[in-house]
């Protein structure tokens, strides 16, 4: 009643109740896409009122529209195909595959942003992608240097299509890690996250899983209580397919933590058969973000990068990749990076202490 009373979300779903026979996605997408519209939304589409979408990708398609319908016509004749056949078609490729993420989405946003940039500094300079030559790339590249990156993919579209000579952007090369902890230092978190039961049981879980499987916040905030079962060989978590053995105190964790979850969601998911969040966020059918829950582990002095990179260093040192691969679920992909790390970090030690 307290909700109905004075959220601004019941007062916008009042709102469109009043003056629409029916609901649904497109009218919503027709307004303001701000948090209340997403929470009506969100409710509606939780009680079963309408049907699940991709939301992240919706948004992003949203977000595209708009941002390309403001666009002047000569540049939205680049940037449309661009947009719609290149970013946004992977986008969808990706959703289907249950691996587009928010963090993707923000990536695209900004290849699109870094097309637009470019093009907007060739007017400046009274340029035509034609007339675009490597030195006046080179130019907006020192002149933008934290778009390098998100420009490349638009260069290679534009050489690939023959709409500019041939164009290099020399992606930066990403460093290896540095952020570590000593042994001494991860154990004894580990210890903590696992018997100090002042801590809120939910970043005691969020904490282990971290420094146990290295495995990142936003896959476990991800993770769902299906995923957690018992038989007698021990008590497992299945990732990415792959059941990963938890030690018992951990399991007794979960365990604990399933049995008597701690949402203050005031709605009950309509697909509710044993498949809800481990960590549930405040509305129904969301986990929690990953934001809030890394700045309650800081708060807590438990820190994340640190802790990951320990965890899967100290991995991958002792098994072969293909085996870290399938024991944290994680892609071969990385683990070997990891490796090809951690080789280079033990020659250059032999070289300094030969």
């Not at 907007?120 to 933008?144: A, F, G, K, Y």
């Not at 497992?236 to 938890?246: A, G, S």
Request: hydrophobic share 40%; charged share 25%.
């Amino acid at each position: 009643m307290n909700w109905l009373r004075t959220s601004a979300a019941a007062g916008l779903l009042d709102k469109l109740t009043m003056e629409h026979t029916e609901i649904s996605h497109g009218l919503l997408d027709q307004l303001p896409q701000s948090t209340v519209t997403r929470n009506v939304r969100h409710h509606l589409v939780t009680t079963g009122a309408l049907p699940e979408r991709h939301e992240t990708l919706a948004r992003l398609e949203l977000w595209a529209r708009a941002t390309l319908e403001a666009l002047p016509p000569y540049q939205s004749r680049i940037v449309s195909p661009f947009a719609e056949w290149h970013v946004i078609k992977d986008a969808r490729r990706r959703a289907e595959r249950g691996r587009y993420t928010p963090g993707a989405a923000t990536a695209d946003r900004g290849n699109i942003r870094a097309a637009i940039l470019l093009l907007n500094w060739l007017d400046q300079h009274q340029l035509t992608l034609p007339d675009l030559r490597q030195e006046d790339l080179d130019v907006w590249l020192t002149q933008n240097p934290t778009r390098r990156n998100a420009v490349n993919s638009f260069v290679r579209w534009l050489t690939k299509r023959k709409l500019t000579r041939p164009l290099e952007t020399q992606l930066a090369r990403k460093g290896f890690p540095a952020n570590f902890q000593t042994d001494d230092e991860h154990e004894k978190q580990l210890r903590r996250c696992l018997t100090d039961e002042a801590l809120p049981r939910e970043l005691r879980i969020v904490g282990a899983l971290i420094r146990l499987y290295a495995l990142p916040i936003v896959r476990i905030k991800e993770l769902t209580t299906s995923q957690f079962h018992q038989n007698d060989a021990g008590a497992f978590l299945t990732i990415d397919r792959h059941p990963v053995l938890l030690p018992p105190t951990l399991a007794r964790l979960i365990k604990a933590h399933i049995a008597s979850p701690q949402a203050s969601s005031m709605l009950k998911p309509r697909a509710s058969s044993g498949s809800d969040y481990l960590l549930p966020g405040r509305h129904a059918g969301r986990p929690l973000s990953a934001s809030h829950i890394i700045k309650r582990l800081r708060n807590h002095d438990l820190p994340t990068r640190a802790a990951r990179n320990t965890a899967m260093i100290n991995a991958i040192t002792e098994l072969p990749p293909i085996v870290v691969s399938d024991l944290f679920g994680l892609s071969a992909a990385t683990t070997f990076q990891w490796a090809k790390f951690a080789q280079q970090n033990w020659t250059d030690y032999l070289a300094l202490h030969e």
